[in-house]
């Protein structure tokens, strides 16, 4: 399976809604797509409520985010992880980067 993503400005915060699969084929567009974003935000909010799989290669694509969030002053967070997605993320220790919410609703109202 393929991934869409498209990116948008709600209220000043950066919105990165992602559908679909992020891995080795797809993860490299994720990435360069999350931190284009990056260069004209100060909040970063990546929605992952339609994304059924994330592989180890998405895992480094956050990584990176995360990263350059950091040198860059962005706040970023995440929202709509599945069940999979936040366990794997916590296991790996990941979760402890991003604020994370339960719906891009409620990210979005706690951003503000």
Known sequence: MDM????RLVDNI??????????????????????QTIEEAKT????LREVDFL?????RALLVTHRTTQE?????ALSGLSEMIRDNMEATG??????VFDSLESGLEELK
């Open 4 to 7: 869409d993503i498209v990116s």
């Open 14 to 35: 950066s919105v990165v809604e992602v559908k679909g699969f992020i891995d080795g084929k797809t993860a490299p567009a994720f990435q360069e797509k999350v931190l």
């Open 72 to 76: 860059k002053s962005v706040a970023v």
């Open 44 to 47: 970063l909010l990546i929605d």
């Open 55 to 59: 592989s180890s290669a998405g895992l």
């Open 94 to 99: 990941f979760l402890t980067f991003f604020r």
